[in-house]
Structures are given as structure tokens and as C-alpha cells.
């Protein structure tokens, strides 16, 4: 066959036991802070009726999430695509299930498809990380969602920064400038991409949209606002009543995240994020001390999605984890099992499994060598693997009630009965095995 056949198609991606295995601890640890934030669990389904995606309150066609969008026939004729956000199927569920008891915290982990542009950590299929509130209106759910976002990437030993910004405020700040009513959309869709592409980029982008000359030169000055000075001169420029309520908005988010001592936030009053159905705060959240430039988690505030969807009029606001751009940036791990002990007999394997079994019963992670292939050769093959521990199990040990407990970090090596072996490795540190 030919190799480029056996190799995934452009933009999609085999993870192998060294990455699968670091991938699967960084999820364990966003899980569980979802858990521990009371977030419920729910699955959603891959393949969403094309018009759910394409609809204009989830997505307009000028998007390029629109444009990225897998969609095919069933045998039917009905119109499909693969989703490409956790969002979206929410907005349907909640809208679907009139009953739900409010505020509702959910979460989900699932892959999701865009067929756009490939780089570092950027794939056609990736697996999002989604904790969303429905029903809750003021800013402490946006600032519990990032001190969330700050306990999970302490714990992953992440160097983060995080930009707030508010679609309401950017509006505004576009209306001040001169653009028209119809065009502010089409103008957030290009300013989504100033920190990608430059604004020398989006300039033209705007011409193209015939944004003319000197409103483009208005919003060039406003682009270089930032931090506390932004709010304060913004404070003093807007005077509309969405541009003062999306002031208002930010304002509580930050007080709240204050009160839970969210660190490294700074006010980017053009953080618009690309997607349609972003009403009011939003977020992105950045590696510092890495070359990788997308967002390695990112969210805001939705209030018409849901009504959109024919729901009740619910305000919502939602966090996603890019697990595989976090990947990117993560040190992975060399072990080629997540096995913690590999079981060597000598002689003796119906004794041998028994202990492996045992070994099971008390949730420790455990291989057997089934062909004979003697101790030197399993404890080769266990150092390759990365497996830390080996229990030879020797005839004259046996006889004694015992087995030999080796360390192949260490070499060193213990005979010991089966219970304080089971005992010393269900005590290990998470950096000892």
C-alpha cells in the first residue's frame, strides 16, 4: 500500500502511547476541576442536522467556522455535518429540554471538526474541553469559569495570561468610529484575526469590505488601547447605552475575579472571538513562555442562542479547553505504558497470575510475562517500556510467603511479602511511577 495511505489525512492525527498517555492526564485533571466546580456530565451528538450548524444565531456564512463546516447526505437525502463546537449541540439540548432546573452547569469532552487551516497544535479534528453555565446573568460566572481555567493550568504547570474583552463595548467602540450598522459584523470577523494575521492584514481585509480609509485609521488608534488606561479612557469615550452596559459587564466580571485572585487577566477592549453567537464578555487565554500563538482555552457570554434554538430566553456563558494545543505545550511523558508493574515468573506462572490478580484487585496497573522469557529479558523490556517496577517471583520466595520488589528506577530491590508490596505501591507519589 502506499505510505502516504497509511499515514491520516492532512489535518487529523494519530496519537501514540507517549502522547495518548499525557493526553490522558491532562484530561484527568480538567475533569476532575470541572467535578470539583459541580459541573454535570452530558454527551452530545457528532453529527448535528446541517442547518442547527449553518443557522445565522449559531453562525453566519461570513464566518470562518461557517465556511470549515464537514457537512455530507445520508442515504436519506437529509443534509448533515460533524459539529464544530460543544456549544452549539448545548444551545439545542437546552432549548430541547424546557424542564432543565436553572443555573445548570454542564460539561463536556468530545472531539469536534473544522476544515480549516492546519498548524502547531491546530488540527481538522480536536477534542474541546466545554464547562458552561446556563442561567446565571451576572460576571461571577465568567470569573468562576477563569479561576477554574487558573486551577487547571497551575496544576499542569502552564505559564498563562488571560484577555477579557466584551462584544458589547467593541461594538460600540465601532460606532464610534464611523462603521456602518451593517457592516460591524463583517468588521469583528476580520478584528478576530489582529493577533494572528497584524493589523497591515486586517487593514486590507477592511478595504475589501470597503471600510473606508479613515474609519479604518479610527479603529487603528483604538486597537492600542489596553489594560486599566483602556476602561478608564473607554470610561469616558462611550456613551451609547450597549457600549456603558458592556462596561458595566466587564467591570463585574473583573470585580469578581478579584474576589477569587484570578491572576495575569488584562482588558483587550478588541478580543472579539469568531464566533456569531458571543453577545457580551469573552475571554482567551494564551501560553507565555511558549511559541505556540492560539489560544489554548477560550470562552464568553451567549444570551440569544438558546431562544434562538426555540428555547426560553437564557443567558449562558462557557469555557473551552483545547486539549490539543495544551498538548503541544506540555512536557510529555517517555513511558510507553501506563502498566506500573510488570510480573516476572520464574517457573511458577499459575502462582504468578495469581499475584497479578491480586495486584489488579487493588488498582494497581500490572503485566505478566506469559513466555517464559526469563528475568534479564523482562527487565529489559520493562525499562523500555518505562515500567518502574518489576515482582520477581522466585520458587525459594514463594516457599516463604514472599516475592522481590525491584525498583528498575533505582535498582534497588526489596523481598517482601505481597501485602507490603501492595502496600508501598498504592503509596507512590504521582512522580514516582
Known sequence: MNDEL???PKGFKDYLQEEEITRKKILNIIENEFINYGFTPIQTSAVENFEVLSSKFANSEETDVYKEIYFFEDKGGRKLGLRYDLTVPLGRVVASNPKTLLPYKRYEIGLVWRDGPVKTGRYREFTQCDADIVGLENG?????????????????D?????????????ESILKNTGVENDKIRKTMISLDKLKKIGFNKVEEELKQKQI????????ENYSNLKGVEALKQLKQTLKDENGLKGLKEIEEVLNYCETLQVQNIEFNPFLARGLDYYTGTVFEI????????????????YENLIKNFGGRQLTATGITFGLDVIL?????????????????PIKNLNDSIKI????????????????????SKNLEHASKQGIPFAIIVGSNELKEGKIVLRNLNTGEQQIITL??????????KPNEH
Not at 212 to 219: H, R
Not at 363 to 374: H, V
Open 328 to 344: 503541544e505545550g506540555v512536557k510529555k511523558t517517555n513511558t510507553k505504558t501506563i502498566a506500573k508493574v510488570l510480573v516476572i
Open 212 to 219: 473606508p480609509l479613515q474609519t479604518i485609521k479610527k479603529i
Open 158 to 170: 502552564i505559564k498563562f495570561k488571560i484577555e477579557i474583552g466584551n462584544r458589547k463595548i467593541l
Open 356 to 375: 497479578t490478580q491480586t495486584l489488579r484487585e487493588n488498582n494497581i496497573s500490572t503485566l505478566i510475562d506469559y513466555n517464559d522469557k526469563g528475568v
Open 286 to 301: 494564551f501560553f507565555t513562555d511558549q511559541p505556540i500563538t492560539s489560544s489554548i482555552a477560550a470562552g464568553g457570554r
Open 140 to 156: 461571577a460566572a465568567e470569573a468562576e469559569l477563569l479561576a477554574m481555567a487558573q486551577t487547571i493550568f497551575k496544576k499542569l
Open 419 to 428: 501485602q507490603q508490596a501492595i502496600q508501598q505501591l498504592q503509596n507512590l
Open 6 to 8: 497509511l499515514q491520516p
